[in-house]
């Protein structure tokens, strides 16, 4: 991976973890990621207006990739819901790696050698420690298979937005048009299980909402373009060093609690980082 597309993946590690905090903090974590959706869709569709329109089997990958999203979003606020950022956010973003790795070894033509192998299982570990406080500290542990459960469609998205990507030759057009149907496929389901009552939110909430949907797109553009790149199961693993800005955000704004294990464990983080580097 190039110097610069991995300064690039780091930074929108920075901007995912800032868009989770975000949702964390507000009161309503489903309707926040509604919002946020709805975001994402306007943003989107004015993208689409710029770049060509998908053809043929991209059509397939883009509307497989706003399904996968959509799910990621109804798991991950459901846990959000249950735990704490630095509890969640680490289970669902640290598993999906392994996943993405696994897959990938079968799925993606990719060259990856042992050593970034190491540093990716190095981030995954470190980052599976951090939630290890989930059963030392007596939290809900339901937080724990719909954290997995978001890491599952993560890990699929990530396989697929990578694949497609290459195929559309587009990233702009890519992430464009999943974010279409991404808001297209939440809007629906929050309105069949919510009804009207969840579209009416407070100037607030809207507020939120929309600062967490353009860091989101924003880091979303970043984490596909790269995955033209370089190789996808690298860009995943570098991506999810956004664990340790989450754990930051989590102690320093938040005022979430911190631990000898949590410390621990983004050392270990950080030598995953440093060995894929290498």
Sequence with gaps: MEF????????????????????RRGSDRFQGMLLMT???????????????????????????????????????????????????????????PMMVVLGGFFLLPDSVEIKEYLGIASIGIGVMMMANGVFRSGETRSLIPLALGSAVCTAGYTLIDGMGARVAGNATMFTAWLFVFDAMFFTIFAGATRGRRVFVASRRAWIIGTIAGVLSLTTYWIAVWAMTVAPIALVAAVRETSVLFAAIIGVVILKEKTSVGKIIAVLVILAGIVIIRL
């Design 4 to 23: 610069q597309v991995f300064l690039a993946v780091l930074f929108a590690a920075v901007l995912h973890a800032s868009w989770n905090a975000v949702i």
């Design 38 to 96: 709805l975001t994402q869709g306007v943003m989107g569709l004015a993208l689409a207006l710029f770049v060509p329109l998908p053809s043929g089997i991209i059509w397939v990958w883009v509307l497989g990739s706003g399904a996968l999203h959509t799910a990621y979003k109804l798991f991950l606020a459901g846990a959000y819901q249950h735990g704490d950022l630095s509890r969640v956010y680490p289970i669902a973003r640290g598993a999906a």
